[in-house]
């Protein structure tokens, strides 16, 4: 087995590269240029996030912004200069301090390598061994913020306020950019939060003579799923797990099904249950518990608890042999694979007519019960639990 969690040792000075108009002041529309007092309008609530990033975070602010035709007629400096001059000491007068800003003065025409998302005005970052740029980040509200953050070699926070600054661009790029994306909000609240707590993100590897699984965990993702192991079924109800826990969740079993389907299901519960375990080393100001769902005629009961402890009580039964091509008895070994490598207790109970709608109450109930335990509070390092240590 193998994994890799996001608990790497961070090395150099790590930055925050900070667009300025769309994330820092508001756009202005048609023009986009803040050219007179009437147009400046600070984003909401970005002095008390950009506050508490700069004191109790370990960043360096850098201010960077594309600002087409800057001193030209049509925006002359004695336009932008008193603003963009109030704008740093209002920031400073909240104790955020920007190392430098680095302002484009170019048209888009002009594919200058100094505009973003070139990066021409960043290379004394890139070519510093004093930078960490792997655990930097890019924030900013456009499609050339994430570009940006790709060829930097950084992660990006976009600041997803208007869908027409780049949505479409990302959608036909998927495959390039999803990956740079480490946070999509609207919410400079969450970007403070997700630095502050970091990313509960694994990949983590299980292989035997009779399985070989890959699983790629978020814990802090947005409901993405990607399963594939051979049973549709069983994909859709983990597939349930990722959409209703708000977990990104990518697994890719290929087991001995050409012998029956118990190896296949039970080992990706030990190796998804594994993964948790390491996704949840670290429980300093986690909920820790987590329960319960209805679906049509059936009510599903699903108490957790990552306390460090694997206990399976299940209390439902199926009247089918099977749903799909699973097998409802593999439900239960499933479920207690989970409880025993993820070191969590775990109380099921079902009831209802509907087969399937049971199962998929149980699963669904199984995801906002984790949803649950797994939230943390960026404002606590407390322990939930009088021992000291789970």
């Given at each position: 087995m193998s994994i890799t969690a996001s608990t790497e040792q961070v090395k150099g000075k790590r930055i925050l590269?900070?667009?300025?108009?769309?994330?820092?002041?508001?756009?202005?529309?048609?023009?986009?240029?803040?050219?007179?007092?009437?147009?400046?309008?600070?984003?909401?609530?970005?002095?008390i996030y950009m506050s508490k990033i700069a004191a109790e975070l370990d960043y360096e602010l850098v201010m960077v912004s594309n600002q087409d035709g800057l001193g030209t007629d049509s925006f002359p400096?004695?336009?932008?200069?008193?603003?963009?001059?109030?704008?740093?000491?209002?920031?400073?007068?909240?104790?955020?301090?920007?190392?430098?800003?680095?302002?484009?003065?170019?048209?888009?025409?002009?594919?200058?390598?100094?505009?973003k998302p070139n990066t021409g005005m960043l290379t004394g970052y890139m070519s510093n061994a004093m930078y960490d740029?792997?655990?930097s980040f890019v924030i900013g509200d456009r499609i050339t913020d994430v570009q940006l953050a790709k060829n930097l070699g950084c992660k990006a926070i976009w600041l997803?306020?208007?869908?027409?600054?780049?949505?479409?661009?990302?959608?036909?790029?998927?495959?390039?950019l999803s990956p740079v994306i480490a946070l999509e909000t609207k919410n400079w609240k969450d970007i403070y939060e997700f630095l502050k707590l970091g990313m509960r993100k694994v990949t983590h590897e299980r292989n035997t003579n009779e399985t070989q699984i890959q699983i790629s965990l978020n814990l802090d993702g947005s409901g993405k799923a990607?399963?594939?192991?051979?049973?549709?079924?069983?994909d859709h109800m983990l597939e349930q797990i990722a959409r209703h826990g708000k977990m990104d969740l990518a697994i890719t079993t290929k087991g001995d099904l050409h012998i029956d389907e118990h190896?296949?299901?039970?080992?990706?519960?030990?190796?998804?249950?594994?993964?948790?375990?390491?996704?949840?080393?670290?429980?300093?100001?986690?909920?820790?518990?987590?329960?319960?769902?209805?679906?049509?005629?059936?009510?599903?009961?699903?108490?957790?608890?990552?306390?460090?402890?694997?206990?399976?009580?299940?209390k439902t039964e199926f009247k089918r042999e099977k749903i799909g091509e699973m097998p409802t008895e593999m439900f239960h070994h499933f479920f207690k694979s989970f409880s025993d490598a993820a070191k969590c207790n775990l109380n099921i109970e079902c009831h209802g007519e509907n087969e399937h709608h049971k199962?998929?109450?149980?699963?669904?109930?199984?995801?906002?019960?984790?949803?649950?335990?797994?939230?943390?509070?960026?404002?606590?390092?407390?322990?939930?639990s009088t021992k000291g240590v789970l």
């Open positions: 590269f900070i667009d300025r108009d769309g994330t820092l002041i508001k756009e202005a529309p048609p023009t986009y240029q803040i050219d007179s007092w009437e147009k400046l309008e600070f984003y909401p609530e970005v002095f400096e004695n336009t932008f200069w008193p603003i963009q001059n109030f704008i740093a000491k209002s920031f400073e007068n909240e104790g955020v301090h920007f190392t430098a800003s680095y302002f484009d003065r170019t048209f888009a025409k002009d594919n200058a390598p100094t505009r740029l792997e655990h997803k306020v208007d869908e027409s600054l780049g949505a479409e661009e990302i959608k036909n790029n998927a495959e390039i990607d399963i594939h192991t051979g049973l549709g079924f069983f190896h296949t299901i039970e080992d990706t519960g030990l190796a998804l249950g594994e993964a948790f375990a390491r996704g949840l080393a670290d429980k300093r100001g986690m909920e820790r518990y987590g329960f319960a769902l209805p679906m049509d005629e059936a009510d599903a009961k699903v108490l957790i608890d990552f306390g460090g402890r694997n206990w399976l009580v299940w199962i998929e109450a149980i699963f669904k109930a199984f995801a906002k019960a984790i949803k649950m335990a797994v939230k943390r509070d960026p404002l606590s390092n407390y322990l939930p």
